[in-house]
DNA sequence: CAATAGGGTTGCATTTTAAAACCAAATTGA
DNA sequence: TCAATTTGGTTTTAAAATGCAACCCTATTG
Protein backbone atom coordinates (compact mmCIF):
# COMPACT_ATOMS: atom_id res chain seq x y z
CA UNK A 1 0.00 0.00 0.00
CA UNK A 2 0.86 3.69 -0.39
CA UNK A 3 2.87 5.72 2.07
CA UNK A 4 0.84 7.10 5.61
CA UNK A 5 0.46 10.48 4.66
CA UNK A 6 -0.01 12.90 7.30
CA UNK A 7 -1.33 15.88 5.79
CA UNK A 8 -4.47 15.70 7.88
CA UNK A 9 -3.24 15.06 11.31
CA UNK A 10 -4.19 16.80 14.25
CA UNK A 11 -0.31 16.62 15.09
CA UNK A 12 1.33 19.73 14.07
CA UNK A 13 4.61 17.57 14.06
CA UNK A 14 3.20 14.93 11.77
CA UNK A 15 2.19 17.61 9.26
CA UNK A 16 5.56 19.02 9.38
CA UNK A 17 7.61 16.27 8.38
CA UNK A 18 4.66 15.29 5.92
CA UNK A 19 6.66 18.28 4.03
CA UNK A 20 9.77 17.99 5.57
CA UNK A 21 10.10 14.27 6.70
CA UNK A 22 11.65 12.42 3.97
CA UNK A 23 14.93 11.64 3.13
CA UNK A 24 15.78 14.14 1.01
CA UNK A 25 13.77 17.46 1.73
CA UNK A 26 15.46 18.25 4.72
CA UNK A 27 18.68 17.99 3.19
CA UNK A 28 17.91 20.08 0.26
CA UNK A 29 16.65 22.90 2.54
CA UNK A 30 20.07 22.71 4.13
CA UNK A 31 22.16 23.30 1.56
CA UNK A 32 19.62 25.93 0.48
CA UNK A 33 20.74 27.21 3.51
CA UNK A 34 24.57 26.42 2.54
CA UNK A 35 23.63 29.04 -0.60
CA UNK A 36 22.56 26.32 -2.87
CA UNK A 37 20.54 27.47 -5.63
CA UNK A 38 20.27 25.51 -8.73
CA UNK A 39 19.01 22.45 -9.81
CA UNK A 40 22.58 21.12 -10.92
CA UNK A 41 24.05 21.93 -7.92
CA UNK A 42 21.76 20.37 -5.61
CA UNK A 43 21.87 17.02 -7.81
CA UNK A 44 25.59 17.04 -7.78
CA UNK A 45 26.03 18.06 -3.72
CA UNK A 46 23.02 15.35 -2.69
CA UNK A 47 24.22 13.00 -5.36
CA UNK A 48 20.24 12.34 -5.46
CA UNK A 49 18.85 11.02 -8.63
CA UNK A 50 17.26 13.83 -11.05
CA UNK A 51 13.44 12.69 -10.95
CA UNK A 52 13.84 12.12 -7.36
CA UNK A 53 15.06 16.17 -6.90
CA UNK A 54 12.47 17.17 -9.35
CA UNK A 55 9.71 15.68 -7.03
CA UNK A 56 11.31 16.69 -4.00
CA UNK A 57 11.65 20.48 -5.16
CA UNK A 58 8.24 20.74 -6.80
CA UNK A 59 6.69 19.40 -3.46
CA UNK A 60 8.74 22.08 -1.82
CA UNK A 61 7.51 24.63 -3.99
CA UNK A 62 4.40 23.74 -3.28
CA UNK A 63 4.78 23.54 0.14
CA UNK A 64 6.11 26.84 -0.19
CA UNK A 65 9.80 26.32 1.39
CA UNK A 66 11.54 27.22 -1.25
CA UNK A 67 10.29 29.72 -4.14
CA UNK A 68 11.06 28.78 -7.69
CA UNK A 69 12.43 31.77 -9.76
CA UNK A 70 13.02 32.10 -13.63
CA UNK A 71 16.80 33.45 -13.91
CA UNK A 72 18.92 34.64 -17.54
CA UNK A 73 16.29 36.50 -19.51
CA UNK A 74 15.12 33.78 -21.19
CA UNK A 75 13.64 31.99 -18.64
CA UNK A 76 15.13 28.66 -18.69
CA UNK A 77 17.44 28.56 -16.12
CA UNK A 78 16.20 28.31 -12.08
CA UNK A 79 16.93 28.82 -9.01
CA UNK A 80 15.43 27.43 -5.96
CA UNK A 81 15.39 30.07 -3.11
CA UNK A 82 14.09 29.60 0.47
CA UNK A 83 11.08 31.69 1.27
CA UNK A 84 10.75 32.71 4.69
CA UNK A 85 8.73 29.35 5.56
CA UNK A 86 12.11 27.41 4.89
CA UNK A 87 14.14 29.95 6.63
CA UNK A 88 12.56 29.05 9.78
CA UNK A 89 13.69 25.42 9.47
CA UNK A 90 16.53 26.86 10.49
CA UNK A 91 16.79 25.94 14.27
CA UNK A 92 15.27 22.66 13.15
CA UNK A 93 18.37 22.12 11.24
CA UNK A 94 20.81 23.43 13.49
CA UNK A 95 19.42 21.38 16.49
CA UNK A 96 19.62 18.29 14.23
CA UNK A 97 22.90 18.91 12.85
CA UNK A 98 24.20 19.26 16.76
CA UNK A 99 22.59 16.35 18.01
CA UNK A 100 24.66 14.54 15.15
CA UNK A 101 27.35 15.98 15.87
CA UNK A 102 27.27 15.20 19.64
CA UNK A 103 25.96 11.40 19.31
CA UNK A 104 27.29 10.77 15.77
CA UNK A 105 30.14 12.61 15.34
CA UNK A 106 31.79 12.74 12.10
CA UNK A 107 34.49 9.76 11.55
CA UNK A 108 37.14 12.83 10.43
CA UNK A 109 36.44 14.86 12.78
CA UNK A 110 34.56 18.69 12.47
CA UNK A 111 31.21 18.86 13.99
CA UNK A 112 29.43 21.80 12.70
CA UNK A 113 31.01 25.37 13.28
CA UNK A 114 28.24 28.03 13.10
CA UNK A 115 29.36 31.50 13.76
CA UNK A 116 27.85 34.63 14.68
CA UNK A 117 28.99 37.12 11.70
CA UNK A 118 28.92 39.88 14.08
CA UNK A 119 31.13 38.49 17.05
CA UNK A 120 32.73 35.48 15.38
CA UNK A 121 32.16 33.73 18.34
CA UNK A 122 30.38 30.06 17.97
CA UNK A 123 26.51 29.93 18.65
CA UNK A 124 25.25 27.85 21.56
CA UNK A 125 23.80 24.74 21.22
CA UNK A 126 19.82 24.70 20.68
CA UNK A 127 18.04 24.17 23.27
CA UNK A 128 14.06 24.44 24.69
CA UNK A 129 13.73 27.59 27.08
CA UNK A 130 11.64 28.80 29.76
CA UNK A 131 10.52 32.23 29.90
CA UNK A 132 13.62 33.42 31.68
CA UNK A 133 16.18 31.73 29.24
CA UNK A 134 16.87 28.59 31.25
CA UNK A 135 17.65 25.85 29.28
CA UNK A 136 15.03 23.21 29.81
CA UNK A 137 14.82 19.37 29.55
CA UNK A 138 11.87 17.57 28.85
CA UNK A 139 11.25 16.28 32.11
CA UNK A 140 11.03 19.80 32.99
CA UNK A 141 7.94 20.87 30.91
CA UNK A 142 4.64 19.87 30.95
CA UNK A 143 1.64 20.29 28.36
CA UNK A 144 -1.05 22.30 29.21
CA UNK A 145 -4.38 20.73 27.70
CA UNK A 146 -6.54 22.22 25.91
CA UNK A 147 -9.80 23.02 28.36
CA UNK A 148 -12.14 22.78 25.90
CA UNK A 149 -11.22 19.49 24.19
CA UNK A 150 -10.67 15.58 26.26
CA UNK A 151 -8.32 15.02 23.46
CA UNK A 152 -4.64 14.05 24.00
CA UNK A 153 -2.87 16.80 22.07
CA UNK A 154 0.16 14.51 21.54
CA UNK B 1 16.93 0.74 -6.42
CA UNK B 2 17.36 0.71 -2.70
CA UNK B 3 16.71 3.39 -0.46
CA UNK B 4 20.52 5.48 -0.40
CA UNK B 5 21.76 5.31 2.97
CA UNK B 6 23.39 8.19 4.50
CA UNK B 7 25.47 5.88 7.31
CA UNK B 8 28.78 7.28 6.48
CA UNK B 9 27.61 10.60 4.77
CA UNK B 10 30.28 13.63 6.22
CA UNK B 11 27.53 15.51 7.02
CA UNK B 12 26.17 14.88 10.09
CA UNK B 13 22.55 15.77 9.21
CA UNK B 14 22.24 13.32 6.68
CA UNK B 15 23.65 10.69 9.30
CA UNK B 16 21.44 11.98 11.68
CA UNK B 17 18.41 12.10 9.23
CA UNK B 18 19.72 8.01 8.63
CA UNK B 19 18.78 7.24 12.21
CA UNK B 20 15.74 9.12 12.50
CA UNK B 21 14.77 11.03 9.58
CA UNK B 22 12.03 9.03 7.86
CA UNK B 23 8.38 9.26 7.99
CA UNK B 24 7.62 7.05 11.37
CA UNK B 25 11.18 7.61 13.60
CA UNK B 26 10.53 10.89 14.91
CA UNK B 27 6.89 10.40 15.65
CA UNK B 28 7.75 7.76 17.62
CA UNK B 29 10.60 9.23 19.41
CA UNK B 30 7.46 12.54 19.83
CA UNK B 31 4.68 9.84 21.75
CA UNK B 32 7.73 8.22 23.46
CA UNK B 33 8.66 11.85 24.41
CA UNK B 34 4.68 12.05 25.68
CA UNK B 35 4.80 8.76 27.99
CA UNK B 36 4.60 6.22 25.47
CA UNK B 37 6.66 2.71 25.84
CA UNK B 38 4.57 0.06 24.99
CA UNK B 39 4.23 -1.82 21.68
CA UNK B 40 0.04 -1.74 21.37
CA UNK B 41 0.49 1.84 22.29
CA UNK B 42 2.69 3.14 19.66
CA UNK B 43 0.90 1.02 17.16
CA UNK B 44 -2.89 2.79 18.39
CA UNK B 45 -1.71 6.17 18.75
CA UNK B 46 0.54 6.16 15.52
CA UNK B 47 -1.79 3.93 13.37
CA UNK B 48 1.49 2.28 11.57
CA UNK B 49 1.52 -1.25 10.81
CA UNK B 50 2.91 -3.56 13.35
CA UNK B 51 5.51 -4.61 11.20
CA UNK B 52 6.72 -1.18 10.01
CA UNK B 53 5.91 -0.25 13.90
CA UNK B 54 8.37 -3.40 14.84
CA UNK B 55 11.15 -2.69 12.08
CA UNK B 56 11.53 1.13 13.37
CA UNK B 57 11.37 0.17 17.29
CA UNK B 58 14.10 -2.03 16.46
CA UNK B 59 15.80 0.21 14.45
CA UNK B 60 15.73 3.27 17.66
CA UNK B 61 17.08 0.56 19.62
CA UNK B 62 19.99 -0.32 17.42
CA UNK B 63 20.83 3.53 17.36
CA UNK B 64 20.29 3.60 21.20
CA UNK B 65 17.34 6.21 20.59
CA UNK B 66 15.65 3.79 23.03
CA UNK B 67 15.96 0.94 25.43
CA UNK B 68 13.57 -2.01 25.17
CA UNK B 69 13.15 -3.12 28.43
CA UNK B 70 11.38 -6.28 29.76
CA UNK B 71 8.53 -5.24 32.56
CA UNK B 72 7.34 -7.83 34.53
CA UNK B 73 8.61 -10.77 36.08
CA UNK B 74 8.10 -13.60 33.32
CA UNK B 75 9.75 -11.57 30.72
CA UNK B 76 7.39 -10.87 27.53
CA UNK B 77 6.20 -7.34 28.16
CA UNK B 78 8.50 -4.89 26.94
CA UNK B 79 8.71 -1.33 27.31
CA UNK B 80 10.64 1.27 24.90
CA UNK B 81 11.92 3.75 26.41
CA UNK B 82 14.32 6.74 25.73
CA UNK B 83 18.20 7.09 26.14
CA UNK B 84 19.74 10.34 26.86
CA UNK B 85 20.61 10.02 23.32
CA UNK B 86 16.46 9.90 22.52
CA UNK B 87 15.87 12.60 25.05
CA UNK B 88 18.17 15.09 23.36
CA UNK B 89 16.14 14.79 20.71
CA UNK B 90 13.62 17.43 22.32
CA UNK B 91 15.00 20.68 20.91
CA UNK B 92 14.76 19.05 17.59
CA UNK B 93 11.25 17.91 18.07
CA UNK B 94 9.91 21.42 20.04
CA UNK B 95 11.61 23.26 16.95
CA UNK B 96 9.91 21.21 14.35
CA UNK B 97 6.36 21.18 16.28
CA UNK B 98 6.98 25.01 16.63
CA UNK B 99 7.38 25.69 13.05
CA UNK B 100 4.73 22.65 12.04
CA UNK B 101 2.64 25.05 14.50
CA UNK B 102 3.59 28.15 12.72
CA UNK B 103 3.58 27.87 9.32
CA UNK B 104 0.55 24.71 9.10
CA UNK B 105 -1.48 25.63 12.12
CA UNK B 106 -4.31 22.84 13.23
CA UNK B 107 -7.58 23.30 11.41
CA UNK B 108 -8.64 22.71 14.74
CA UNK B 109 -6.62 25.32 16.36
CA UNK B 110 -4.68 25.04 19.71
CA UNK B 111 -0.69 25.09 18.91
CA UNK B 112 1.17 23.41 21.45
CA UNK B 113 1.15 24.81 24.87
CA UNK B 114 4.26 23.44 26.50
CA UNK B 115 4.97 25.08 29.70
CA UNK B 116 7.79 24.97 32.49
CA UNK B 117 6.88 22.33 35.40
CA UNK B 118 8.45 25.06 38.13
CA UNK B 119 6.51 28.44 36.53
CA UNK B 120 3.87 27.30 34.14
CA UNK B 121 4.76 29.28 31.73
CA UNK B 122 5.22 28.63 28.67
CA UNK B 123 8.59 27.79 26.90
CA UNK B 124 10.23 30.10 24.30
CA UNK B 125 10.58 29.75 20.49
CA UNK B 126 13.90 27.50 19.89
CA UNK B 127 15.86 29.86 17.79
CA UNK B 128 19.53 29.86 17.26
CA UNK B 129 21.57 32.07 19.70
CA UNK B 130 24.97 33.23 19.82
CA UNK B 131 26.74 33.52 22.56
CA UNK B 132 25.36 35.85 24.23
CA UNK B 133 21.86 34.88 23.69
CA UNK B 134 20.36 36.86 21.26
CA UNK B 135 18.61 34.87 18.77
CA UNK B 136 20.63 34.94 15.46
CA UNK B 137 19.01 34.12 11.93
CA UNK B 138 20.40 31.87 9.46
CA UNK B 139 21.70 35.45 7.71
CA UNK B 140 23.61 36.43 10.98
CA UNK B 141 25.81 32.92 10.51
CA UNK B 142 28.86 31.64 9.06
CA UNK B 143 30.01 28.67 9.02
CA UNK B 144 33.90 28.63 10.25
CA UNK B 145 35.93 26.65 7.52
CA UNK B 146 38.07 24.19 8.91
CA UNK B 147 41.41 25.32 8.46
CA UNK B 148 42.81 21.77 7.93
CA UNK B 149 40.79 20.74 5.23
CA UNK B 150 39.37 22.59 1.97
CA UNK B 151 36.48 20.42 1.70
CA UNK B 152 33.18 22.16 2.28
CA UNK B 153 31.23 20.66 5.53
CA UNK B 154 27.88 21.80 4.10
C1' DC C 1 -9.67 -23.87 30.28
C1' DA C 2 -11.33 -20.91 26.63
C1' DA C 3 -10.81 -16.21 25.34
C1' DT C 4 -8.09 -12.42 24.88
C1' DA C 5 -4.00 -9.23 25.01
C1' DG C 6 0.87 -8.38 23.95
C1' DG C 7 4.42 -8.60 20.72
C1' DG C 8 5.70 -10.25 16.84
C1' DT C 9 6.52 -12.61 11.80
C1' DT C 10 5.02 -13.79 7.05
C1' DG C 11 2.93 -13.05 2.41
C1' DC C 12 1.29 -10.24 -0.89
C1' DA C 13 -0.19 -6.13 -3.67
C1' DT C 14 0.95 -1.34 -4.26
C1' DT C 15 4.20 2.52 -4.14
C1' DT C 16 8.64 4.69 -3.99
C1' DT C 17 13.15 4.91 -5.10
C1' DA C 18 17.57 4.89 -7.90
C1' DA C 19 19.81 4.66 -11.90
C1' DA C 20 20.25 5.28 -16.56
C1' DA C 21 18.55 6.59 -21.01
C1' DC C 22 16.53 10.01 -23.44
C1' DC C 23 14.96 14.95 -24.70
C1' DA C 24 14.58 19.85 -25.83
C1' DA C 25 15.89 24.59 -25.13
C1' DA C 26 19.71 27.68 -24.24
C1' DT C 27 24.45 28.59 -24.03
C1' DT C 28 29.35 28.08 -25.18
C1' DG C 29 33.31 27.84 -27.88
C1' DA C 30 36.16 27.16 -31.89
C1' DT D 1 28.02 29.51 -37.43
C1' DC D 2 27.33 25.18 -35.98
C1' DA D 3 28.54 21.38 -33.11
C1' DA D 4 29.13 20.37 -28.27
C1' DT D 5 27.69 21.07 -23.79
C1' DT D 6 24.80 22.64 -19.93
C1' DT D 7 20.41 22.90 -17.70
C1' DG D 8 16.31 21.03 -16.24
C1' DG D 9 13.59 17.71 -16.99
C1' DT D 10 10.64 12.96 -18.30
C1' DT D 11 10.47 7.88 -19.09
C1' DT D 12 11.60 3.21 -18.18
C1' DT D 13 12.83 -0.42 -15.31
C1' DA D 14 14.36 -3.14 -11.18
C1' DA D 15 14.88 -3.23 -6.37
C1' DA D 16 13.03 -1.85 -1.93
C1' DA D 17 9.77 -0.07 1.34
C1' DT D 18 5.00 0.25 2.81
C1' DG D 19 0.37 -1.23 4.46
C1' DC D 20 -2.74 -4.63 5.33
C1' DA D 21 -4.35 -8.96 6.73
C1' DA D 22 -3.46 -13.36 8.44
C1' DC D 23 -1.05 -16.07 11.38
C1' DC D 24 1.83 -17.52 15.82
C1' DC D 25 3.34 -18.05 20.48
C1' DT D 26 3.31 -16.73 25.28
C1' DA D 27 0.91 -14.75 29.29
C1' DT D 28 -2.95 -13.37 31.60
C1' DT D 29 -7.91 -13.14 32.57
C1' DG D 30 -12.70 -14.62 33.22
Redesign the interface.
Given at each position: MA??R?D?S????????N?V???WS??IV??A??GTRRFVDFQQ?L??AKNILCDRLARLVDN?VLRKEEVGEHGSRFEYRLTE?G???????????Q??????????G??????????G????T????????QP?????????E?LN?ST???
Open positions: RKFDNCSVARALEGDWLLLHMYQGIEKRDLFPVVVALRWGDKWNPAPDQPLDLRDRDTEPVQVTVRNAQGLSIRDVFVADSKSA
